[in-house]
């Protein structure tokens, strides 16, 4: 991983800013290669080199060299080296404490998006991580048994198997049976599921700090509503799927997802998807070439359930390529 | 559980507010049962029911009893309930964009000590799942192996036992081994385990939402300084446990282990302990009945490694009671 590279892609959208204040863990991460456990903050300055603030428990960080590291007794430490100066911060993450603390002494503007901007395109060293994040998920579900077991003990189950796969759970597992899979972040509970449930199973692994994302639903002995729930939620991934362009705004899929659902006669209840990486949940707003990204369409009904399907594709040279 | 009462607690501390905004999943779950696995946010106002507004992806908080809830849209959505009101926030758990977004309409006000302070004291339930936590806990620090495997390896292995009892990690569990311990929030890796490695394993079960926190030093086969190490932190243990006391503040406690260390010729490098409950670190002013806290001195000598020993007690009739 060029750490360098992805510092100065950030240095050439600074724009009318001094430098970046950058909060979030996952962001940290991804320009030094350190993850902080606790609070950290990464400045970034034009021409300077990054300065990384963390909590002194976090002391084995002394020996990361892709930036300068300061062990912050208080806050105040920070300013000595922004005073005065035009800062982006990323306002998701910072709590209104430690804003109000910078704030009398630093001009600091909102700006999540330009911070997070440059994840968005991975670099092969990422997309190969992702893949792996996908192939040990793809390969839990293969073999993960489900009938006759409640969702706890199947959820326990999967999360037992990323651990043997010395991978992370990339968010809580769902595992959603019977009436449950109609509630879309629904906890897995004591519910033991049959053979005519719909059961969603939505989760995924951790690779090295890069996350899957996948959803599938199961139904051993369906009933013709529910065999058509499933068949409709097919044919709209794959529809929507088909229609990934380089360039256009990912809120068309979003339109266009909620189309093919009214034209079924389906209420939208989620977002069509979403950009992975770092974090499960990134922001995108146009398509481009090595992104990658999600596409879960699902349709929910009361008292029957619900089925969800999603899976993670890789944008690369103007065409798309399924992962999962 | 009463969750009423701990609303009416609440309501008692209001003291010039008109409510109070409650933004901590952990803090939201010991008010209303409930943890949002997303943001949530929950209302507090004087002679009104509470209301928790949650993302429309929760739609399972449709069962909630013990408040009203209201699947939110729009952020603004919240500022009908509490237009012009003054409201106590809590600084710390609302991210800048969001206050940005209420400031203009609602006075807001930083509260977060006074929405945490009902929380300290523990009734009898609560201190009963923390017990089961610390059972669990100490049962599968009997029991685990440590020699001659990797940290990766027995933080793994521990993580697994978690499961296998159906509780969950409190935090990532630290395994740190020979030089490795000298940091104090190590993360577990490839170092094999051996006789003469100073060993910190600092780990903690949480069972129905509440934590255990607790660290062991082991040394199979300790030379004389690491010997004496040991032997310090737990004399060092014993004195503070000893000096507990109703009504002291915790900071004395602080000031005695500086104290103490400074005697036997050790830098102090963190915090003598906190409060524990449905978070980890709860922080704590003055020691009351119905408190637990944890006690965790620890010395660290780089090149040799560190020692820490962490256990929970109980303050109940005026008296300490180990839970360890």
């Known amino acids: 991983m060029d750490f360098s590279t992805r510092i100065d892609k950030l240095k050439s959208l600074m724009n009318g800013h001094d430098g970046f204040l950058i ?16 609070k950290g903050f990464l400045l970034v300055l034009k021409r300077k080199r990054p300065v990384l603030f963390l909590s002194p428990l976090e002391n084995e960080a002394e020996t990361v060299k892709t930036c300068d590291v300061v062990f912050l007794e208080k806050l105040k430490e920070i300013v000595n080296y922004v005073k005065n100066k035009k800062i982006g911060f990323d306002e998701h993450n910072l709590s209104q404490y430690i804003y109000s ?21 991975k670099d092969n060293g990422e997309i190969e991580k992702i893949k792996k994040a996908v192939k040990i998920t793809k390969e ?11 969702e706890i003990e199947v959820s326990k189950e999967i999360k037992i198997e990323f651990l043997k796969n010395y991978v992370s759970e990339a968010f809580p597992t769902i595992v959603a049976a019977g009436k449950n899979s109609y509630y879309i972040h629904h906890r ?47 044919e709209i991934q794959s529809e929507i799927i088909d229609s990934i362009e380089v360039g256009m705004k990912f809120m068309e899929l979003q339109k266009l997802y909620e189309k093919l659902m009214k034209k079924k006669g389906y209420e939208t209840k989620h977002a069509i998807g979403h950009s992975v990486g770092l974090s499960v949940h990134e922001k995108i707003d146009t398509i481009e070439n090595n992104m990658v990204i999600t596409i879960e369409p699902g349709i929910y009904i009361k008292n029957i359930g619900g089925c969800r399907k999603e899976d993670v594709v890789l944008i690369k040279n103007n065409k798309v390529r399924m992962l999962s």
């Open 188 to 234: 897995p509970n004591k519910k033991i599921i049959t053979k005519k449930d719909l059961v969603i199973v939505d989760l995924g692994a951790k690779f090295k700090e890069y996350c899957a994302d996948l959803a599938r639903t199961f139904c051993f002995l369906p009933d013709t509503k529910r065999r058509k729930i499933i068949e409709d939620v097919e």
């Open 140 to 150: 839990i579900l293969s073999y993960i048994y489900l009938l006759e077991k409640s």
């Open 23 to 38: 909060t979030d863990s996952s962001d940290i991460f991804y320009y030094t290669g350190y993850k902080p456990l606790d």
């Open 101 to 121: 603390k910078l704030k009398t002494k630093v001009k600091l503007r909102p700006a999540s998006d330009i911070i997070k901007k440059p994840m968005l395109i």
